[in-house]
């Protein structure tokens, strides 16, 4: 139970495909995440491009660390293959459901908030004239 069993070279070599093949999940729910924003908030080619600037600079420090940290910073191709595959299997799998599903509820949230405000400002409008009348 307590013994130690050495890790070898293809255990590392499978944890480090493992891990940039959920890099490869992550990059491309952080995109997916940014096209909802896009749909709920309109942009114009600068905001957009601008976003999509950070996004390219913030994953490839992340890619960075992970070759840093697992493969002493030597760029493995089979962790690039891993990170398409990650993305891939994201995409087919749940990508295009997550952004549209999550997208609908968004704009469903925002337009009952938008009615809940409305309706109190109308009200609200209402009890002024009323009010404005009376003096």
Not at 121 to 133: G, V
């Amino acid at each position: 139970m307590g013994e130690n069993v050495p890790i070898g070279v293809m255990d590392i070599e499978n944890l480090f495909l493992l891990h940039s093949t959920i890099l490869g999940i992550y990059m491309a729910f952080v995109y997916d995440s940014i096209r909802i924003f896009r749909r709920l908030v309109p942009h114009n080619v600068l905001f957009i491009s601008l976003e999509d600037i950070a996004y390219w600079i913030y994953l490839a420090a992340e890619v960075f660390l992970l070759m840093y940290r697992e493969s002493n910073g030597l760029l493995r191709w089979f962790a690039v293959l891993g990170a398409a595959a990650g993305i891939f299997l994201y995409k087919k799998l749940v990508g295009q459901y997550y952004v549209h599903y999550i997208s609908l509820l968004l704009q469903k949230i925002r337009h009952r908030i938008r009615r809940i405000f409305k309706i109190r400002l109308k009200s609200d409008n209402k009890l002024l004239k009323i009010r404005l009348r009376k003096r």
